[in-house]
T-cell receptor, first 113, second 115 residues
Framework: DQQVKQNSPSLSVQEGRISILNCDYT??????FLWYKKYPAEGPTFLIS?????DKNEDGRFTVFLNKSAKHLSLHIVPSQPGDSAVYFC????????????FGTGTSLTVIP | EAQVTQNPRYLITVTGKKLTVTCSQN?????MSWYRQDPGLGLRQIYY???????DKGDVPEGYKVSRKEKRNFPLILESPSPNQTSLYFC??????????????FGNGTRLTVT
């Protein structure tokens, strides 16, 4: 059973606009959430993370929001650039027990010049 | 350069022929892990290791073995590969499996085909 879900397989956005990628999770024991970016023929690259004690974390053009009551995570990219075109995975860690990381199925973002 | 190195990048083999995919990291990371990526299923964890000589099963461990004799190396062993193990495999490491703010760093992947 998928504990981390990304329900949008793909997203297209105009250059300069905001990209919003969404992620839902089911396990209330998750304590650490991450976003990864993946280009073809490469491994996933860490983008940004947030711990469960926060509700927002910013790093340049990237902001991650965490809504624990809704078990929902989102990544905002502002402004979007063509180089942002990639597959984005959200991930969550259950640190209290097995220290496993769980990943969503990914969202393919295309930024149109 | 800090990195996770997997070898080989591509591997084609036949059913039943034992193989090993190597993984090495040069960041002195305690935590290492193996994932497989399949269409529509995302990344699924096979095995992970909290430190030397400490390994545990992930979500899809059947048909795989691992060992962690040294901190830097975490090989993935398929004793008798089958076609359903055809997949894209990623090794990853992080500074700690316990501390927050300890993201995973991934290798570039190994594409395995079992015929």
């Amino acid at each position: 059973d998928q504990q981390v879900k990304q329900n949008s397989p793909s997203l297209s956005v105009q250059e300069g606009r905001i990209s919003i990628l969404n992620c839902d999770y089911t396990n209330s024991m998750f304590d650490y959430f991450l976003w990864y970016k993946k280009y073809p023929a490469e491994g996933p690259t860490f983008l940004i993370s947030i711990s469960s004690i926060k509700d927002k974390n910013e790093d340049g053009r990237f902001t991650v929001f965490l809504n624990k009551s809704a078990k929902h995570l989102s990544l905002h990219i502002v402004p979007s650039q063509p180089g942002d075109s990639a597959v984005y995975f959200c991930a969550a860690r259950e640190g209290s027990t097995g220290n496993q990381f769980y990943f969503g199925t990914g969202t393919s973002l295309t930024v149109i010049p | 350069e800090a990195q996770v190195t997997q070898n080989p990048r591509y591997l084609i083999t036949v059913t039943g022929k034992k193989l090993t995919v190597t993984c090495s990291q040069n960041m002195n990371h305690e935590y290492m892990s193996w994932y497989r990526q399949d269409p529509g299923l995302g990344l699924r964890q096979i095995y992970y290791s909290m430190n030397v000589e400490v390994t545990d099963k992930g979500d899809v461990p059947e048909g795989y073995k691992v060992s962690r004799k040294e901190k830097r190396n975490f090989p993935l062993i398929l004793e008798s590969p089958s076609p359903n193990q055809t997949s894209l495999y990623f090794c990853a490491s992080s500074r700690s499996g316990v501390l927050l703010n300890s993201p995973l760093h991934f290798g570039n992947g190994t594409r395995l085909t079992v015929t």
